[in-house]
């Protein structure tokens, strides 16, 4: 079980940092994932991170904004999202996978409810 939070209202330029916490013994063997969806739109991957936290990935859009990590002695992990714009007003979520490097929502195969970022202008 996933769950995120820590979204909110927030003006351009400011900060968030979206906990994903998870339940459950094995939370340290599996791939994590953030994802953002527009309305309308199919969830697109924001961030990833393998589950020894050994390696990250990032879209182009985030890149040196979002950095992705995580606690594996808490089962939780983070997206602090920094100098946001109003194109990252979305609905968040995270993801597990036992797919390395799966860049695709097909690839994970639990969620956490959605958690919602409005960036004003």
């Known amino acids: 079980h996933l769950q995120a939070s820590g979204g909110g209202f927030v003006h351009a330029g400011g900060s968030l940092r979206l906990p994903c916490a998870a339940s459950g013994g094995t939370f340290r063997y599996y791939n994590l994932g953030w994802f953002r969806q527009y309305p309308g739109k199919q969830r697109e991957l924001v961030a990833l991170i393998s589950s020894r936290g050994v390696t990250t990935y990032y879209a182009d859009s985030v890149k040196d904004r979002f950095p992705i990590s995580r606690d594996n002695a808490k089962n939780t992990m983070y997206l602090q999202m920094n100098n946001l714009k109003p194109e990252d007003t979305a609905d968040y979520y995270c993801?597990?996978?036992?797919?390395?490097?799966?860049?695709?929502?097909?690839?994970?195969?639990?969620w956490g409810q959605g958690t919602e970022v409005t960036v004003s202008s």
């Open positions: 993801a597990a996978s036992s797919i390395y490097n799966g860049n695709i929502d097909s690839d994970y195969e639990y």
